[in-house]
T-cell receptor
Framework: GAVVSQHPSRVICKSGTSVKIECRSL??????MFWYRQFPKQSLMLMATSNEGSKATYEQGVEKDKFLINHASLTLSTLTVTSAHPEDSSFYIC??????????????FGPGTRLTVL | RKEVEQDPGPFNVPEGATVAFNCTYS??????FFWYRQDCRKEPKLLMS???SGNEDGRFTAQLNRASQYISLLIRDSKLSDSATYLCVVRKRNEKLTFGTGTRLTIIP
């Protein structure tokens, strides 16, 4: 099956720093990538949807200037948390949907990145 | 009201027992339905899609009632490895997945 990787798997940083998370589709071209955030004991919340070569579409309440998303190629999307604060500590998960069957109907999830901001 | 509602549990069930989870969704325009499984500190993984006619995959049976906007998952002969959080997921016409908060299941030896 399709594989999506994320890097890093875990990051601990100081308040005020920026953190970049990479999401890669390893064996298929992903026209659309999704970024989710999950706080403890809560459901996954969609933050934004990105299509290759165009600006991301952010969900209501998600600050686009704080969570910068770049989807520069069909296999790579990045999420940058700018000026991270402790309340940004969360589990960030990306998923990808492919350009061609069978990956067009299914979202494949990356393993997630656990961010801790001190 | 949440778009997708699930009983958070926890469900503590002895090994070999049958357990059922329910889920309701509020948007009647929802078109696709899924059950995902999420292990602690891991990403969600697709368990099975849910079809109107009901579908079965080994020990797992999923059912959809569009009139009641209700989805169920039945696990028979539960195994220790079934311990996880089960997420009810719906997809609307604009193709965004909406996740329930999940039902936590622990299988007891």
């Amino acid at each position: 099956g399709a594989v999506v990787s994320q890097h890093p798997s875990r990051v601990i940083c100081k308040s005020g720093t920026s953190v970049k998370i990479e999401c890669r589709s390893l064996d298929f071209q992903a026209t659309t990538m999704f970024w989710y955030r999950q706080f403890p004991k809560q459901s996954l919340m969609l933050m934004a949807t990105s299509n290759e070569g165009s600006k991301a579409t952010y969900e209501q309440g998600v600050e686009k200037d704080k969570f910068l998303i770049n989807h520069a190629s069909l296999t790579l999307s990045t999420l940058t948390v700018t000026s991270a604060h402790p309340e940004d500590s969360s589990f960030y998960i990306c998923s990808a949907r492919g350009a061609a069957p069978p990956s067009t109907d299914t979202q494949y999830f990356g393993p997630g990145t656990r961010l801790t901001v001190l | 009201r949440k778009e997708v509602e699930q009983d958070p549990g926890p469900f503590n069930v002895p090994e070999g027992a049958t357990v059922a989870f329910n889920c309701t969704y509020s948007n009647s325009a929802s078109q696709s339905f899924f059950w995902y499984r999420q292990d602690c500190r891991k990403e969600p993984k697709l368990l099975m899609s849910v079809y109107s006619s009901g579908n079965e995959d080994g020990r797992f049976t999923a059912q959809l009632n569009r009139a009641s906007q209700y989805i169920s998952l039945l696990i028979r002969d539960s195994k220790l490895s079934d311990s996880a959080t089960y997420l009810c997921v719906v997809r609307k016409r604009n193709e965004k997945l909406t996740f329930g908060t999940g039902t936590r299941l622990t299988i007891i030896p």
